[in-house]
């Protein structure tokens, strides 16, 4: 029984939010010592390769890979620190995609770079650190404004989405997951789905890929749009949030914006993914008597599984640090948690710019599924934008 217990943590879900709780903890009780450059270079690296371990992976190669992500990260921050860089706007973010792109999409991603290339788990672990910075006030009013627009835009796109794919002939299976990925959470929401319709893994591999294509752009092109419309932070951060697709982008995209831009698009994300699993578990249901894989029986428990674990890790930081400590110290960590937090994120960033290969992407064959993403994209963000302005404006009701 204990056995069988403990393997439902063998999950990177569980794995993320468990090696950001731990750093979490070791911030608290050794500020000084973890904000120190090796320490960070150590631990995070230290962590991470032991959840690898445990999720199955093999840890050949991973030191390696490891630190020249570490080091690309490095460059990435000195190069946004140049000052007539500084000028232009182009933060560390910028240059750690652009650097993983540009090695993935010329001489691709070697092998011997694989092991620690891992965006979503780096992603993960780092958003439960955010949630040391981010008052639980905050969460509670944007949270449950941001559970509001959640419900009305998953719900709007997804059958916008789904009622294109069929307009374009695309099979129900491609169907589901594409609109599931573009409505809810990106890849998150695209590997749950295919989980509970058991679908193709090819199918599931295109849908990923173009999720994160998609993203680059929209995470430097949003952040535009939201300037030139003269958005508030909370609402840009509103919009960001429930319109990327990947957690790693719409973080990244918020910086771009500033702190509070930041905070709200993580919230209105983590919002959003909280629907991860009762979208789930609705689809498989839906799935069992409509779709095409009959002898699948829906249970309560898909609810739990596809639940993400990191937003329990993500809120209880917050509750920790909002209510355990006096408020001048809790920055004062949490200054300490934002170096941490920093390199999980930096790494992710050039990790997403590893994993985008633009020639899985763009050929004849996939111009459909294509067509249909794009179209529900730019219904996605146009009803978004709608939605975050009616409930975070400065002259919304809620206000």
């Keep these: 029984m204990n056995t069988k217990f403990l393997a439902q943590f063998k999950n990177e879900d569980w794995i993320a939010t468990i090696l950001g709780a731990i750093l979490v903890i070791g911030v608290i009780i050794f500020p000084k010592f973890m904000s120190n450059i090796y320490v960070i270079f150590a631990s995070v690296g230290i962590l991470g390769a032991i959840g690898l371990r445990i999720l199955g992976s093999s840890l050949k190669g991973f030191a390696i890979s490891y630190t020249l992500l570490f080091l690309i990260s490095l460059l990435a921050q000195y190069l946004s620190g140049i000052s007539f860089i500084k000028t232009t706007g182009f933060e560390a973010v910028f240059f750690s995609v652009a650097i ?29 650190l955010l949630g040391t910075s981010i008052l639980f006030g905050e969460i509670m009013k944007a949270g449950a404004l941001g559970m509001v627009q959640a419900v009305i835009v998953v719900i709007s796109v997804w059958y916008f989405s789904y009622w294109v794919a069929k307009k374009f002939g695309v099979d129900k299976e491609m ?41 680059v752009p929209m995470m430097y092109l949003m952040p ?13 951060g509103a919009w960001l949030g429930g319109t990327i697709d990947t957690t790693g982008a719409v973080v ?6 500033g702190d509070v831009a930041e905070k709200y698009s993580v919230i209105i994300k983590s919002s959003q993914n909280v629907l991860l699993g009762v979208a789930a578990f609705a689809i498989s249901i ?34 920790v640090f909002s209510f355990m400590f006096e408020p001048n110290y809790a920055k004062d960590l949490g200054k300490v948690a934002k170096g941490l937090r920093e390199t999980l994120f930096s790494i992710a960033f050039v990790s997403i710019g590893l994993e985008t290969d633009f020639k899985k992407i763009f050929n004849k064959d996939n111009k459909n599924y294509i067509y249909t993403f794009l179209i529900a994209q730019t219904f996605n963000i146009l009803i978004t934008l709608l939605a975050a302005f009616l409930l975070f404006g400065n002259y919304a009701y809620f206000n």
Excluded: H, Q
């Excluded at 409505?183 to 509970?196: L, Q």
């Design 175 to 215: 169907a589901v997951m594409l609109s599931s990925a573009v409505s809810i959470c990106g890849v998150s929401a695209a590997i749950a789905t295919c989980g509970a319709i058991k679908g193709d893994s090819k199918k599931l591999s295109f849908v990923i890929s173009i999720v994160l294509v998609v993203a």
């Design 252 to 257: 990244a995209s918020g910086k771009f914006l």
């Design 100 to 128: 993983g792109l540009l090695i993935r999409n010329t001489v691709g991603l070697p092998k011997w770079l694989e092991p620690a290339v891992r965006s979503e788990y780096y992603i993960k672990a780092g958003l439960v």
């Design 224 to 236: 535009f749009l939201a300037k030139l419309l003269g958005l508030s932070p909370e609402v840009a």
């Design 286 to 319: 839906y799935w069992s008597y409509r779709g095409t894989n009959k002898d699948i029986k829906p249970s309560a428990s898909v609810l739990w599984e596809r639940f993400p674990k990191f937003v329990l890790g993500f809120i209880l930081a917050s509750l």
